[in-house]
């Protein structure tokens, strides 16, 4: 703190005394007001967070920004004035005709008896013989069984010998392996629980409390044990051979989210996370998704699973993908746009409303428009090929990159914002990330930013928020190989009930005397192996 003067001190001081401490107190202000400043936005920020829209895009912030004078910014003379037609809703339903048959077609159907009319009552209304049939009106009504339960009964001929050389050895029947030996469990259970809690997000304990509802005493502990059992006996393996799938491509994804486990944690609240690592988003013949449990987030876990990689690997800015980059000769790291406008957006989100005009003048919207222009085209190009892609963005996307770093470097260097706020944060990390973000531009196969990696491991974050944590290590594991299975499955418009059925019938049948399986036999039963059965695959509509 600084030092306090009497006014009898102030009076003896000189004139060049005065003149340091006036300038002592500005510099003291100017630092106050900008630390204040800077806590302002942190508190909107804060509260943009909790109670505002999470969405970052520019024209939703254009949006609020319009809400104080929404007449003015939405004003335009030379916009035509709507027809009637335009503004009035139409009487007529304009439904696709037939649509309900297509939507039906794929379901079993079980024909009713019709509903008839006695020819007494039809001689009574229109009088003997004065009627006839006309055709039948058939409807469609669609009919849900939510729980069905069936106990399989097995049977197995036993025989015995009465005489010659294997007199009193028996002979049985050829039984179908166990999915695990002496368990009540089938594929078909536990198919129906790992599609509740993996892909629908719900906890065990309420699939338990449903079972119990129907009569089915199953406790989560049970389920639990199967689910980890299966997932080191089949899972693991299955996994494995996907993984070879997906370090085989030459662009990859990945990203990571906290998750707390409480037999693997140092100490209370402390953060263990689960990895995910996807295939490219263009790549779209046979999209991986693989889930990695890790105890915590050091670069010794990504280095690890991609050290015999050679390709490109976008990711956020996280320091740990920079050091593959650097340690593995092999890896190229691209970052995310998607992060690198974060920042700004967050400005932007936390600045005054009351004053539209200087918003839109802030150093934080301009950043913000002009990497919406390139995204913009970049989206435009989705659907072309690669090479197109390139070419594309080397004439058109390019120049735009070059003169967004060259403004952003030019507002850092004449200290246009305080280096500290939210905007000022945002331009060091694009200054410092240029090489990085740059690499989109030099193959078409890369995407601009790592959204796909955020909404493979979106269902995994849903989950987390119903059960809050993992117990041990190897539940997290197990739950690892599971959803890497299931969302695999669904990029590859499987259907994931159907195909946890399918291959948790199959994968025993591929175990050997020693419990060990076959890599080479796994291949026809991959997400998007040709030969999986047609039940499996998600109804395409006409």
Same mark, same amino acid.
């Given at each position: 703190?600084?030092?306090?003067?009497?006014?009898?001190?102030?009076?003896?001081?000189?004139?060049?005394?005065?003149?340091?401490?006036?300038?002592?107190?500005?510099?003291?202000?100017?630092?106050?007001?900008?630390?204040?400043?800077?806590?302002?936005?942190?508190?909107?920020?804060?509260?943009?967070?909790?109670?505002?829209?999470?969405?970052?895009?520019?024209?939703?912030?254009?949006?609020?920004?319009?809400?104080?004078?929404?007449?003015?910014?939405?004003?335009?003379?030379?916009?035509?004035?709507?027809?009637?037609?335009?503004?009035?809703?139409?009487?007529?339903?304009?439904?696709?005709?037939?649509?309900?048959?297509?939507?039906?077609?794929?379901?079993?159907?079980?024909?009713?008896?019709?509903?008839?009319?006695?020819?007494?009552?039809?001689?009574?209304?229109?009088?003997?013989?004065?009627?006839?049939?006309?055709?039948?009106?058939?409807?469609?009504?669609?009919?849900?069984?939510?729980?069905?339960?069936?106990?399989?009964?097995?049977?197995?001929?036993?025989?015995?010998?009465?005489?010659?050389?294997?007199?009193?050895?028996?002979?049985?029947?050829?039984?179908?392996?166990?999915?695990?030996?002496?368990? @009540?469990?089938?594929?078909?259970?536990?198919?129906?629980?790992?599609?509740?809690?993996?892909?629908?997000?719900?906890?065990?304990?309420?699939?338990?409390?449903?079972?119990?509802?129907?009569?089915?005493?199953?406790?989560?502990?049970?389920?639990?044990?199967?689910?980890?059992?299966?997932?080191?006996?089949?899972?693991?393996?299955?996994?494995?051979?996907?993984?070879?799938?997906?370090?085989?491509?030459?662009?990859?994804?990945?990203?990571?989210?906290?998750?707390?486990? @409480?037999?693997?944690?140092?100490?209370?609240?402390?953060?263990?996370?689960?990895?995910?690592?996807?295939?490219?988003?263009?790549?779209?013949?046979?999209?991986?998704?693989?889930?990695?449990?890790?105890?915590?987030?050091?670069?010794?876990?990504?280095?690890?699973?991609?050290?015999?990689?050679?390709?490109?690997?976008?990711?956020?800015?996280?320091?740990?993908?920079?050091?593959?980059? &650097?340690?593995?000769?092999?890896?190229?790291?691209?970052?995310?746009?998607?992060?690198?406008?974060?920042?700004?957006?967050?400005?932007?989100?936390?600045?005054? &409303?009351?004053?539209?005009?200087?918003?839109?003048?802030?150093?934080?919207?301009?950043?913000?428009?002009?990497?919406?222009?390139?995204?913009?085209?970049?989206?435009?190009? &989705?659907?072309?090929?690669?090479?197109?892609?390139?070419?594309?963005?080397?004439?058109?996307?390019?120049?735009?990159?070059?003169?967004?770093?060259?403004?952003?470097?030019?507002?850092?260097?004449?200290?246009?914002?305080?280096?500290?706020?939210?905007?000022?944060?945002?331009?060091?990390?694009?200054?410092?990330?240029?090489?990085?973000?740059?690499?989109?531009?030099?193959?078409?196969?890369?995407?601009?930013?790592?959204?796909?990696?955020?909404?493979?491991?979106?269902?995994?974050?849903?989950? &987390?928020?119903?059960?809050?944590?993992?117990?041990?290590?190897?539940?997290?594991?197990?739950?690892?190989?599971?959803?890497? @299975?299931?969302?695999?499955?669904?990029?590859?418009?499987?259907?994931?009930?159907?195909?946890?059925?399918?291959?948790?019938?199959?994968?025993?049948?591929?175990?050997?005397?020693?419990?060990?399986?076959?890599?080479?036999?796994?291949?026809?039963?991959?997400?998007?192996?040709?030969?999986?059965?047609?039940?499996?695959?998600?109804?395409?509509?006409?």
């Amino acid at each position: 703190m600084a030092d306090r003067h009497t006014l009898e001190e102030l009076n003896n001081c000189s004139r060049e005394e005065l003149i340091t401490i006036v300038l002592m107190m500005q510099g003291q202000l100017d630092t106050l007001n900008e630390n204040i400043e800077r806590l302002i936005e942190q508190v909107r920020i804060a509260n943009s967070y909790r109670f505002g829209k999470h969405t970052e895009t520019l024209d939703s912030i254009d949006g609020q920004l319009s809400f104080f004078d929404e007449a003015e910014s939405c004003c335009d003379l030379s916009v035509p004035e709507p027809a009637a037609e335009e503004v009035l809703p139409s009487r007529r339903n304009h439904k696709k005709k037939g649509q309900r048959e297509t939507d039906l077609k794929d379901f079993p159907e079980e024909i009713l008896p019709p509903y008839q009319v006695s020819t007494e009552e039809l001689d009574t209304f229109y009088g003997a013989g004065n009627w006839r049939r006309m055709k039948d009106e058939t409807y469609k009504r669609l009919r849900h069984e939510p729980e069905s339960w069936t106990v399989e009964v097995h049977t197995v001929e036993v025989y015995v010998g009465t005489g010659g050389d294997h007199q009193d050895e028996f002979l049985r029947g050829k039984r179908p392996k166990d999915l695990l030996r002496g368990s @009540i469990v089938t594929p078909s259970l536990l198919a129906s629980i790992l599609n509740v809690k993996y892909v629908n997000s719900s906890a065990l304990h309420r699939v338990e409390q449903e079972f119990q509802r129907n009569g089915v005493n199953i406790s989560r502990q049970t389920m639990s044990n199967w689910i980890i059992r299966c997932a080191e006996k089949y899972f693991a393996p299955f996994v494995d051979r996907m993984k070879q799938e997906l370090l085989s491509l030459p662009v990859t994804q990945s990203d990571e989210t906290p998750t707390q486990v @409480i037999g693997d944690s140092d100490r209370p609240n402390s953060k263990c996370y689960m990895w995910v690592h996807r295939s490219g988003e263009f790549y779209k013949e046979r999209p991986v998704v693989i889930y990695e449990y890790q105890k915590g987030r050091d670069h010794e876990k990504p280095l690890e699973f991609y050290r015999n990689y050679k390709g490109v690997l976008v990711t956020d800015s996280l320091a740990q993908y920079h050091l593959l980059d &650097k340690k593995l000769p092999g890896v190229t790291n691209a970052n995310c746009w998607a992060h690198a406008r974060r920042a700004f957006a967050d400005a932007v989100k936390a600045a005054d &409303k009351k004053d539209p005009l200087s918003v839109k003048n802030s150093v934080a919207y301009q950043a913000l428009q002009k990497i919406a222009e390139f995204y913009w085209i970049d989206t435009e190009l &989705k659907e072309l090929p690669a090479t197109d892609r390139l070419t594309q963005r080397q004439t058109r996307i390019k120049p735009l990159v070059e003169d967004f770093f060259a403004w952003a470097k030019q507002q850092a260097a004449e200290c246009a914002v305080p280096p500290k706020s939210r905007t000022g944060q945002g331009l060091n990390f694009i200054i410092h990330q240029e090489n990085y973000l740059k690499v989109f531009l030099t193959d078409g196969d890369i995407p601009i930013d790592n959204s796909a990696s955020e909404r493979a491991i979106r269902t995994f974050c849903i989950g &987390k928020k119903n059960w809050m944590f993992h117990n041990t290590a190897k539940g997290a594991g197990a739950s690892a190989l599971v959803y890497s @299975i299931s969302e695999t499955a669904k990029l590859n418009n499987l259907r994931p009930y159907y195909y946890f059925r399918y291959i948790l019938t199959e994968l025993p049948k591929c175990c050997d005397e020693k419990g060990n399986i076959d890599p080479a036999k796994l291949d026809q039963l991959m997400p998007w192996a040709e030969e999986l059965p047609e039940e499996c695959r998600k109804p395409r509509r006409s």
